[in-house]
């Protein structure tokens, strides 16, 4: 159990919140929401014990450990890594069995870790909290360079784990499947919603409204008192000027209401971004054919035709960014990669990297639109999250998500037909995930995205492509081979139950039949004991009962036979549809 006694945590110049009182129990599953910069990553490391600078009570009663967003090493190699925390025998086993579930081989259990890509290593430090097993886990944005296959996983064990978690995500869709109770930090206040996530969403939705409603009210009520004072003075007698006097009292108690209302749990204004429209292409808008590069990738080949929004999907390391490369021109490469009629292509990826570091967000904007007044490029900045001062922040002080945003926003003002994007939503929070959906929603052009968010390309994509073994395939939907392996699990089991029915039918009619082939002999004899009977009989009374007897044992007895006739003839039926089927 963990306990948070008045726990305030503030910066120089910033508050982040403060007196927050909670418990958080053995098995609570909680996401920690919040826009970039509001605290959620120095709460989580306020509990871990690594932020030691807050005032109040954290109080941990178990083992809780700590993954943080930037994926540090205590070894290495996996093995040693995992090997460092693995001290019972049992735990040794577990080491081999979790590392081969995850999917490494054995001959990279020796490798150095610093080889290993950013989903590789999130997947290790994943893999070994539960070697450690903690009562309790707190994970920082765990879903960022995980492909959708290793989301999937990571789901299950979360789902598998015994004890409790908190974490800080981005990602939707895995929030929707892991999480049941959502702690949002607002306006220098923390909330907390003890219900799934679109109860949660429904919740926050309902206490915006009526925040919303009570300032209204408050504030129209402030207006009337003015109006009705200012009435009162022009009038001027002295009755009026009593009036006057005693409303202005009315209109000071209103006024230190509404400064010391409670904080508003704010609804930042709506990130929408409106996209210029882009030039028509042709229908034709890029066609790969026949590209294979340095044994990765082998003969790939599809089109993108005009409007489509295409992802681009498949495990860490299959090659997807590398096909953006190539296709951006960046790699050399077998095969042709053809833009069609007046395509016109931005690779966001690109303009990351060209944004100065020493530009302000301001500065950014004002070169793709130098003819403008400042109120517009402020305007502009703000629709993708850069509001206020914070449009003179830095490129350098920005997060990686913000960069994102602020590159695909300067991307959008040169008008491109042809939008390529390589895991944009990486290190961004989350309303700037649903203005990017938004965007792309809106957006005119042609669209393709490398991205394992699966909400966000289920939302935004028409099509999906996934790069298996070097090769690409069209797929109906983003989780296609992780449910076509579903499919083939319950396949199996259904197989499976099916042959332990088939047994247990077959079990079942050999029983009835050995008890009815019983019956038949029981039925005989006594049918033989009546026929000797009889015949020593000159009883004519006694005769007739013998004889009725008899008819009545020889009618079970045709029933008996036929019912054995009939079992014979399904377990033959059986047999022979079981051997058709194996």
């Known amino acids: 159990m963990i306990s948070l006694r008045s726990v305030s945590i503030e910066f120089p110049g910033k508050m982040l919140f403060s007196n927050f009182n909670a418990t958080i129990f053995p098995k609570d599953r909680i996401g920690l929401m919040g826009k970039n910069g509001s605290g959620k990553s120095t709460l989580m490391k306020a509990i871990a014990g690594v932020f030691k600078d807050y005032h109040g009570e954290i109080n941990i009663s178990g083992k809780v450990l700590y993954m943080d967003q930037y994926?540090?090493?205590?070894?290495?190699?996996?093995?040693?890594?995992?090997?460092?925390?693995?001290?019972?025998?049992?735990?040794?086993?577990?080491?081999?069995?979790?590392?081969?579930?995850?999917?490494?081989?054995?001959e990279d259990w020796h490798r150095d870790i610093s080889t290993f890509s950013g989903g590789e290593r999130t997947k290790l430090q994943l893999g070994r909290l539960f070697v450690e097993e903690p009562d309790f886990l707190l994970l920082d944005e765990p879903t960022n360079f995980l492909d959708i296959e290793a989301i999937e996983f990571l789901k299950k064990l979360l789902l598998s784990f015994k004890g409790g978690y908190m974490i800080i995500s981005h990602d939707r869709d895995f929030l929707r499947s892991v999480c049941n109770k959502f702690w949002e930090i607002n306006n220098e206040t923390i909330w907390t919603f003890d219900m799934p996530y679109d109860r949660y969403h429904e919740e926050r939705?309902?206490?915006?409204?009526?925040?919303?409603?009570q300032v209204a009210n408050l504030q129209r009520e402030i207006q009337r008192l003015r109006e009705i004072i200012e009435r009162y003075k022009k009038w001027g007698r002295d009755k009026f000027q009593k009036q006057a006097k005693s409303r202005e009292k009315m209109l000071e108690r209103m006024l230190e209401e509404l400064e010391n209302m409670p904080a508003l749990y704010l609804e930042e204004e709506e990130k929408r971004i409106e996209i210029p429209v882009p030039e028509s292409s042709g229908y034709v808008v890029l066609e790969v054919?026949?590209?294979?590069?340095?044994?990765?990738?082998?003969?790939?080949?599809?089109?993108?035709?005009?409007?489509?929004?295409?992802?681009?999907?498949?495990?860490?390391?299959?090659?997807?960014?590398?096909?953006?490369?190539?296709?951006?021109?960046?790699?050399?490469?077998?095969?042709?990669?053809?833009?069609?009629?007046?395509?016109?292509?931005?690779?966001?990826?690109?303009?990351?990297?060209?944004?100065?570091l020493e530009n302000t967000v301001f500065d950014e904007i004002f070169?793709?639109?130098?003819?403008q007044p400042d109120y517009v490029i402020r305007a502009y900045a703000g629709r993708f999250g850069f509001k206020g001062e914070n449009v003179f922040k830095t490129v350098a002080e920005l997060s990686g998500g913000e960069r994102q945003i602020l590159a695909l926003a300067k991307v959008l003002l040169r008008k491109p037909n042809l939008l390529i994007l390589d895991e944009p939503t990486n290190h961004m929070d989350l309303e700037t995930v649903e203005a990017l959906e938004d965007a792309l929603k809106e957006y005119k052009g042609s669209v393709l995205i490398v991205s394992h968010d699966l909400e966000l390309i289920r939302n935004v994509c028409n099509r999906f492509l996934t790069i298996k073994n070097g090769t690409l395939i069209e797929v109906e939907e983003p989780l296609y081979f992780s449910r076509e392996k579903e499919r083939?699990?319950?396949?199996k089991n259904f197989e499976f139950e099916e042959r332990k029915k088939f047994r247990n039918l077959v079990k079942s009619i050999g029983i009835k039949l050995e008890q009815l082939e019983e019956r038949e002999k029981e039925l005989s004899r006594a049918i033989d004991e009546i026929s000797k009977h009889m015949l020593h009989t000159n009883d004519y009374q006694e005769l007739m009962a013998l004889q009725s007897s008899k008819e009545e044992l020889e009618t079970q007895l045709l029933e008996v036979m036929e019912e054995i006739e009939k079992l014979k003839l399904e377990l033959k039926r059986l047999t022979a549809s079981n051997a058709d089927n194996s």
Do not use: C
């Open 71 to 106: 994926r540090t090493f205590d070894a290495k190699t996996p093995f040693e890594y995992y090997m460092n925390v693995a001290d019972t025998p049992e735990k040794e086993k577990q080491v081999r069995s979790i590392l081969k579930g995850l999917g490494f081989n054995e």
């Open 205 to 213: 939705k309902r206490i915006i409204e009526t925040q919303q409603r």
């Open 289 to 356: 054919k026949n590209v294979s590069w340095n044994g990765l990738l082998k003969n790939v080949s599809f089109t993108i035709h005009q409007g489509d929004k295409v992802a681009l999907i498949g495990p860490n390391g299959s090659g997807k960014s590398t096909l953006l490369k190539i296709i951006a021109g960046e790699l050399q490469h077998e095969g042709t990669v053809t833009f069609g009629y007046k395509v016109n292509v931005a690779y966001v990826e690109q303009f990351v990297d060209q944004l100065d």
């Open 367 to 371: 070169e793709e639109l130098p003819d």
């Open 488 to 491: 083939q699990e319950k396949r």
